[in-house]
């Protein structure tokens, strides 16, 4: 009998120690999952605060402002328009022969840059920039 009575002492005993145990581990479980809810919410106000900052940084009237000072952009003229066709197959497309390869395959300029060419091409014989 006095053996069971021990053997009884001993599980409640170890009851005990598991018990405490688990209060530990879990207190330390509670502080972590507040420390990570601080920081969560650190990172909302920060996220927060960066969307603030890009739409600021992001207003028209600023970069409108930006580009004056910086640029110096003048609006756009005339002739600085052209119709599709224009960019599409441009005046100054023609076949160029490519001496670099063995297999001179003719190959066609874009019309865009055709009309770069021809815009500088005229603009060095009117002296305009």
Do not use: H
Not at 6 to 25: E, M, N, P, W
Not at 105 to 126: C, F, H, M, W, Y
Request: aromatic share 6%.
């Amino acid at each position: 009998m006095r053996s069971l009575c021990l053997l009884a002492f001993g599980c409640l005993v170890g009851l005990f120690a598991y018990t405490y145990d688990l209060k530990i581990k879990t207190r330390a479980l509670e502080t972590d999952a507040r420390e990570l809810i601080t920081a969560l919410q650190d990172e909302s106000d920060f996220l927060a605060l960066m969307r603030a900052e890009v739409s600021y940084l992001s207003r028209p009237e600023r970069i409108e402002e930006m580009a004056k000072k910086t640029l110096k952009l003048e609006p756009i003229s005339s002739r600085q328009l052209v119709p599709w066709s224009a960019v599409i197959a441009g005046p100054g497309a023609s076949a160029i022969v490519q001496p670099s390869s063995s297999f001179a395959v003719p190959a066609r300029k874009d019309g865009i840059a055709a009309l770069i060419e021809n815009v500088s091409l005229q603009s060095a014989v009117t002296g305009a920039r």
